[in-house]
């Protein structure tokens, strides 16, 4: 790991050779691969696994039960969450969520728990992701809906 960060708290983490940490990140009890960024002011929780070659954008918020494979970009703002029911006290429970290989979610996207996105998918830029995204995908809009093949 290169720690390019003054500011920091990085707790019980395995991190990969070649992997780049910015300033003002919150990474705990995660598993991070070989040859990521991870840019300033992101949040990784306990039991988060990213593969390797992924980059992660400065407000980025990756909570416990999130897996993210290899080569996916994840955009500055985005947003998943683990619990369908979310409360302050009681009891809750964490909906796991999966972002295949080489997947890419824009700026601003909030995907909610519980959903597969699909090897090379992309999700634009403030989609609402409600439902799985098949892979190859572009999916828009509150709520995201796949529109036409990525053809990169």
């Known amino acids: 790991?290169?720690?390019l960060a003054k500011y920091y708290s990085i707790q019980d983490c395995s991190i990969g050779d070649g992997t780049i940490?910015?300033?003002?990140?919150?990474?705990y009890g995660c598993t991070i691969g070989?040859?990521?960024k991870i840019a300033a002011f992101?949040?990784?929780?306990?039991?988060?696994?990213?593969?390797?070659?992924c980059k992660v954008e400065a407000y980025a918020f990756i909570p416990s039960g999130v897996v993210?494979?290899?080569e996916v970009f994840v955009g500055p703002h985005a947003v998943f969450t683990n619990d369908y029911r979310p409360r302050a006290v009681g009891e809750w429970?964490?909906?796991?969520?999966?972002v295949k290989k080489g997947a890419s979610i824009g700026a601003g996207a909030v995907v909610v728990c519980g959903v597969t996105?699909?090897?090379g998918a992309m999700v634009g830029a403030g989609a609402v992701v409600t439902k799985d995204v098949p892979p190859g995908a572009v999916a828009v809009g509150n709520p995201a809906r796949a529109i036409k093949e990525r053809g990169d």
């Open 117 to 119: 996105i699909g090897e």
């Open 34 to 36: 070989r040859d990521c």
């Open 1 to 3: 790991m290169k720690l």
């Open 68 to 70: 993210i494979e290899d």
């Open 21 to 27: 940490v910015r300033d003002f990140v919150n990474l």
């Open 42 to 53: 992101v949040e990784i929780q306990k039991g988060v696994r990213i593969g390797d070659r």
């Open 93 to 98: 429970e964490i909906v796991p969520t999966t």
